[in-house]
């Protein structure tokens, strides 16, 4: 039974920071592509970041938007994948979802249940 369980989101002032968290199990998280994406109220959900496993170690990408401010990050120990996001703006508000694709022949995808991240003062 695949679950992805998202925290860390919160309320938090401009130029502040905040780390999610997002917990895995199921699947084999180690050669799985981990996804951070965002939905904001009243808008299509976006990709935010990713990290993917390749032959030299891993890569990463990032939306231009948050590029230079946020960071992704994974700990295949703790089946866990991080979204550092610092210099936070009130564009930035959201609801953060984690997604899965693990490697394998299924092409399943597995999405969390989301995790609030609102930017105000």
């Known amino acids: 039974h695949v679950q992805l369980v998202e925290s860390g989101g919160g309320l938090v002032q401009p130029g502040g920071s905040l780390r999610l968290f997002c917990a895995a199990s199921g699947f084999t998280f180690s050669s799985a592509v981990m996804i951070w994406y965002r939905q904001a109220p009243g808008k299509e959900r976006e990709h935010v970041a990713a990290i993917t496993i390749t032959s030299g170690g891993q890569s990463t990408n990032y939306a231009d938007s948050v590029k230079g401010r946020f960071t992704i990050s994974r700990d295949n120990a703790k089946n866990t994948v991080y979204l550092q996001m610092n210099s936070l703006k009130p564009e930035d508000t959201a609801v953060y979802y984690c997604?899965?694709?693990?490697?394998?022949?299924?092409?399943?995808?597995?999405w969390g249940q989301g995790t609030q991240v609102t930017v105000s003062s």
């Open positions: 997604k899965a694709v693990p490697f394998d022949v299924s092409g399943t995808t597995y």
